[in-house]
């Protein structure tokens, strides 16, 4: 479902003259057809979920080497990008949602140490899916263990 929204985009993009959206959308079907050759599968819409927030931390991390380099036209090309594949995402748990989610789920496990981290970041992961990345998860679960 999700993958025939990404081409209708396409098609609408490229009739707009919508550069950074034609681009951003493409990126993303490009990451799509590579898992499914790779692996002789067909994505479903968790995984392209997962490619896009993956899209959009890559985004992220580049944007901090941007502004180093005071570059405002990559500045402003990244932040567009963002947006755009923001708009496939789930709505992003604010850090305050995270917080009482992770603490339900460490009190569930009984985690209460560094060692327990993994086992912390497998479940939250599985539950958050895209809806939450996983440095603000591993942010707000060592605030509440206290590491």
């Known amino acids: 479902m999700l993958k025939e929204k990404l081409m209708e985009d396409l098609k609408n993009a490229m009739k707009n003259k ?17 898992i499914e050759k790779d692996k002789g599968i067909q994505v479903e819409d968790d995984k392209i979920l997962e490619i896009i927030a993956k899209e959009v931390k890559t985004k992220k991390d580049a944007l901090k ?8 036209d990559l500045i402003d090309q990244t932040n567009k990008e963002i947006e755009v594949l923001q708009e496939y995402l789930p ?12 603490e339900k789920i460490i009190k569930q496990l009984g985690a209460s140490t560094a060692k327990d981290m993994g086992t912390i970041m497998k479940e939250a992961k599985t539950k958050f899916g ?3 990345d996983g440095k603000t ?7 509440i263990l206290g590491i």
């Open 65 to 72: 080497d941007f502004e180093k380099a005071e570059r405002k």
């Open 91 to 102: 709505k992003q748990l604010t850090r305050e949602e995270i917080k009482i989610e992770l």
């Open 18 to 34: 919508d550069e950074i959206r034609k681009n951003t959308v493409q990126m993303v079907r490009a990451g799509i057809l590579q």
């Open 130 to 132: 895209a809806s939450a």
């Open 137 to 143: 998860i591993n942010e707000v679960a060592k605030e």
